[in-house]
């Protein structure tokens, strides 16, 4: 609006001074000259007010310059029909002048909707692809070639949506990877497992199993379907309820190590 304000000031001012230099203006006349710029100024700031308002409620861009056009063309012939009543301009020319506005308004309407179009086309494009990203379609582009604010806005969504798209191959080549390096080792695990389990029957070394009831990591389940399939007398299973993965770590863990102390010796008598 400060804009607005100091641009109507420094036209008027201007005009002023172009009148001041071309025309053998007396007093009295200066001063309804100035009066006539006063009125036309404050008028000029009122339609402009206006038609920013009434453009930021229209659904499309071209509309909005239209009506920015035409509100220029009503000021034009204001300040035309306000000279001509203060005899700066004959009636008859008035009405030539009123005339060639009446021109001059069919034109510029053609020239705002020939200037609207494409900007207007630009400015879906860049919204219809803002949209296909959001519903994460990172190939969008917008397609727009402008050398003006608008391909700079354009091409800055573009190259943004290029770093995302990009961040995301990146981002599903990390997790392919990963995926691997975690199938591999699980499968080897796995395979492992199962090998202990068909071979449990055959096992001759005595085996101590160490079983934490509460383990979350390792199901303790399949500790106890290894030891039953073990020949009598092979394995022997120590199971703690209470106790996490960590056994050795547990607060009680000196039941740990006395199992284990009761089982090599145990050993060693059988030996």
């Known amino acids: 609006m400060r804009r607005t304000i100091l641009a109507v000031i420094l036209v008027v001012a201007i005009v002023l ?27 000029t700031f009122v339609a402009a007010v206006l038609s920013l308002r009434l453009a930021g409620r229209f659904h499309s861009l071209r509309t909005s ?18 000279a001509a009543l203060t005899m700066f ?13 009446g021109l001059g308004v069919g034109l510029g309407s053609v020239i705002a909707g020939a200037v609207a179009r494409p900007l207007t086309s630009d400015l879906e494009a860049i919204s219809r692809t803002a949209q296909r990203v959001g519903a994460g379609d990172l ?28 961040s995301e191959i990146e981002r599903r080549n990390l997790l392919s990877a990963i995926g691997h390096d975690l199938r591999t080792p699980m499968g080897s695990m796995q395979a492992a ?3 202990s389990q068909s071979h449990a029957p055959a096992l001759k070394s005595r085996t101590l199993l160490l079983v934490a009831g509460e383990d979350r990591l390792v199901d303790a389940s399949g500790s106890a379907a290894f030891h039953a399939k073990l020949a009598p007398g092979v394995g022997s299973l120590r199971a703690y309820a209470s106790f996490y993965h960590e056994i050795f770590n547990e607060v009680d863990a000196e039941r740990v190590f006395a199992d284990i102390r009761t089982w090599l010796d145990e050993l060693r008598e059988a030996r």
Do not use: C, K, W
Not at 90 to 96: A, V
């Open 139 to 166: 190939s969008a582009r917008t397609g727009v070639s402008r050398n003006d604010e608008l391909g700079r806005a354009a091409a800055a969504l573009d190259e943004t949506i290029a770093t995302l798209q990009a």
């Open 17 to 43: 001074l172009v009148a001041e230099l071309t025309m053998d203006v007396t007093p009295a006349d200066r001063t309804q000259l100035y009066l006539i710029f006063g009125v036309m100024a404050l008028t």
């Open 193 to 195: 497992v199962e090998f």
């Open 89 to 101: 301009i004959e009636p008859h020319d008035l009405t030539l002048v009123l005339v060639a506005i």
């Open 65 to 82: 310059l239209t009506v920015i056009a035409y509100a220029a063309v009503v000021v034009t012939g204001a300040a035309v029909a306000v």
